[in-house]
Antibody, heavy 119, light 109 residues
């Protein structure tokens, strides 16, 4: 069965960086795109960007350009999302979500990773 | 890209129907038949309920249905049940990015 298992909660200071992982299993890793979506406490969902695990190419939301980097390791079927220059507004639960190429929806989600930014 | 507009909350008694609207622009909802809906219970990850405006994934009850007219998409829950109480988010492809709705809390009275 398809599973997306994310890394554990993180606490970071303002200005630091955080790297969240999402390990995929139960399907061919390189055949599906992976998105990152975040949700601030009590707020809605916000799309951050997408990575194609096969080629490694990415597309980021304009809001995060220059601060976010999405990478993948095909040997471990893991995608990563690194966010730099953290500020308190980046406190949120970060989700990875899978997309079948060309279908434009997210069929499987990770369990979420809480990132807290606090001095 | 601005978030799609949803009502903050809707409510209904068990067995009733509720409809959630999702209003965007011609650059997102109106421009593509790629609207999806997600259900989110507290502390849980979102779950896909509707895709491509009106299609249901396997395992989603047929009480859930979707539609679209112009720049507004809608999710209808018929025969409301207690377990339907959750937050619901619409999402639209918008060319390159995706944009989510502001979210709607469905309360079962």
């Amino acid at each position: 069965q398809v599973q997306l298992v994310q890394s554990g909660a993180e606490v970071k200071k303002p200005g630091a960086s955080v790297k969240v992982s999402c390990k995929a299993s139960g399907y061919t890793f390189t055949r599906y795109y992976m998105h990152w979506v975040r949700q601030a406490p009590g707020q809605g969902l916000e799309w951050m960007g997408i990575i194609n695990p096969s080629a490694g190419n990415t597309n980021y939301a304009q809001k995060f350009q220059g601060r976010v980097t999405m990478t993948r390791d095909t040997s471990t079927s893991t995608v990563y999302m690194e966010l730099s220059s953290l500020r308190s507004e980046d406190t949120a639960v970060y989700y990875c979500a899978r997309e079948t190429p060309g279908v434009s929806y997210f069929d499987y989600w990770g369990q979420g990773t809480l990132v807290t930014v606090s001095s | 890209q601005s978030a799609l507009t949803q009502p903050r909350s809707v409510s209904g008694s068990p067995g009733q129907s509720v409809t959630i609207s999702c209003t965007g622009t011609s650059s997102d909802v109106g421009g593509y038949n790629y609207v999806s809906w997600y259900q989110q219970h507290p502390g849980k990850a979102p779950k896909l309920m509707i895709y491509d405006v009106s299609k249901r994934p396997s395992g989603v009850p047929d009480r859930f249905s979707g539609s679209k007219s112009g720049n507004t998409a809608s999710l209808t829950i018929s025969g409301l049940q207690a377990e339907d109480e959750a937050d619901y988010y619409c999402c639209s492809y918008a060319g390159s990015p995706y944009v989510f709705g502001t979210g709607t809390k469905v309360t079962v009275l």
